[in-house]
């Protein structure tokens, strides 16, 4: 007996199953909010907003990644004519998108307290929920007080975006077993975060060295693990895949995370700005401490740079002249071997334990990177 | 055949079971974190010592009635001849303390959140983790960086004790429909503390209108809900008491709450600040939206204390002055009247549906606001 295998689905498929997720999280809390009054309901409306906005990486990854593992399994099962229960499959599925989607309200309230920590009020060119609530305040608040109202706001909507990111994982529809196993992985990569975090502010406010070795753990914590690790060895303990895939999932997923955040330094110093959207001095105003800076520091050409490093009043001139070194003294290139060196950990991990419809979605994920100009 | 009930364990002995739960949740954490770093170890360790150092308040409170609500049961069964499990008591009782000790880890998450957001750097005349992590920045760090390394570890750690805090529940071993009424209490706990919070800074910042009712909602919000209602109706889940004995707790502990609150301030304005330990115009020198304040803005007597209210110069003279007229206009007595009525809407509770031993706890908690000066 042949079993029909599961439709594959349509990215366009997936971003609705997961934003319908979304919407419902958060509509059931927007609504009980009301209960507490405008101010508190406005947090949950704002947020809802923001999250529905956004692009769905990370869930889409989880998604696409759990439905290639089940394909594969589907195919073996296929192959030893086992049948499938299909009730049991949507159910299966149905809690694999809550997961997706609790990992994009995690990934939304690291974004709100990184924004309070950092004084962010726009997030791709608009307001975030801060820059909103500030604006809303205007005519209200105390003179001054403002700010202090709206980071207030970021810092209890994180905090509830953490809490509903539990819940979810808590109340999964899974053997108790595989819940803690996925509390593990929520638990590990909440700290992995944190300390990429704690790190990268040490490397601003000038308490901890910004030795190259030291920004690449950062990228790698800060990043890499609740964009990619996370995700991947989800769909991994979801669709019930060995040990070994999962392991080589997670490998992957960490040196695809450092490649995008590499990519990223990269394209805000040296990208288009008509094209990635951002100030194209930025980095360098806020005297960033990345993987470009720590290259240029070990080479003759820094003491020409660090005048301008971190000058809030670089001027366009300037910037241009600072990237022109930057280039000239082989920090550029520097990071593009890092990128290509990433890149080609990540194709190591993909030969081998990897199933191909798994290992086609990651290919996926990482060429998006190469074509990628914000 | 009589069964001998479970001993009645004293308050010593259960502030030891609990501190060793917290010593084995926080010493678990902090030993995993220095794996990232002695900067992320450090904020585990800090964390620690203030955990353990505090008075188990909300802990004490649970299983003081977690034990009361067993003995009673223990006493009905013994009436009726039934036999009790000693083993499954002892899992039962230990599944409870480790939730009285996940309620004091978010205590401290809300305390640390709420010292970042109030600019705080010492609590109880030491230093809180953010005045000590300033302490140690002051060398290393960027001229006028270390407040702000010192505060992003306050909502880093507040972040990871609220993250261990759902861990516990969510780990719990019970089964899984009562995990799940935990899980609830937990998020309805949060909502209401996080709301509380913000109608608190709103007020503070001239964002909210700071009537009485307006200010009585908050202290229930903000204090009672997480300090009394939680640890309360968490004891009647956990001993599978009546829904009937749950509300009714849990109406009573509102009540207490916002008395406990109320006391708070008038301690803070008219208390002996060689017993309270605080400085006794701090209140008034913050512009604090208090009952007492909300009650004074209704009298003839506002006019002559406005001026003084919110300035942060204010002489210790002129806060005597300021003190005298809000016992003058009323505004003492009429908390001290609020006060009272809580009590007696704690003792209508405490008649009927609730046993007598859970009703000494309540009675003890109850009394120990009276004889309190700080």
Request: aromatic share 6%.
């Amino acid at each position: 007996m042949t079993i029909t295998s599961s439709t594959v689905r349509s990215r366009t498929d997936l971003c609705t199953a997961i934003e319908d997720e979304l919407s419902g999280l958060i509509g059931k809390r927007a609504s009980a909010a009301t209960t507490y009054g405008p101010d508190f309901a406005r947090l949950w409306a704002l947020a809802g907003q923001n999250v529905l906005g956004g692009k769905f990486v990370r869930p889409l990854l989880l998604m696409e990644t759990y439905d290639a593992l089940q394909q594969t399994h589907e195919d073996q099962q296929a192959h030893q004519a086992h049948h499938g229960n299909s009730s049991t499959e949507t159910r299966q599925r149905e809690t694999a998108i809550s997961i997706a989607a609790a990992i994009e309200l995690l990934h939304y309230a690291f974004l709100l307290h990184d924004d309070v920590i950092d004084g962010d009020l726009v997030r791709r060119r608009h307001p975030n929920l801060i820059g909103s609530l500030l604006a809303e305040a205007g005519e209200n608040s105390r003179a001054g007080s403002g700010l202090h109202w709206a980071q207030t706001g970021g810092i209890l909507m994180g905090d509830m975006l953490l809490a509903a990111t539990h819940q979810s994982f808590a109340r999964a529809d899974l053997p108790h077993e595989l819940r803690l196993r996925l509390l593990d992985l929520l638990e590990h990569t909440i700290n992995e975060t944190v300390a990429g975090e704690q790190l990268d502010v040490g490397l601003g406010d000038g308490v901890i060295a910004p030795d190259l070795q030291t920004i690449l753990v950062m990228c790698g914590y800060k990043t890499a693990t609740y964009t990619f690790e996370l995700p991947l060895r989800a769909a991994a303990t979801l669709a019930g895949a060995d040990f070994a895939v999962e392991n080589a999932l997670a490998t992957a997923g960490r040196h695809l995370g450092l490649a995008f955040q590499l990519q990223d330094d990269l394209l805000s110093t040296f990208g288009d700005p008509r094209r990635h959207g951002k100030d194209p001095f930025s980095d360098l105003r806020e005297g960033k401490e990345t993987a470009i800076i720590a290259h240029a520091r070990t080479t003759i050409a820094w003491p020409d740079i660090e005048p301008f490093f971190g000058k809030p009043e670089l001027s366009v001139g300037d910037g241009e002249h600072v990237r022109r070194y930057l280039t000239d003294c082989g920090a550029e290139a520097f990071v593009q071997g890092l990128i290509e060196e990433q890149l080609q950990a990540v194709n190591n991990q993909l030969t081998g334990t990897i199933p191909a419809s798994v290992r086609n979605v990651m290919l996926d994920f990482a060429g998006q990177l190469e074509g990628r100009q914000s």
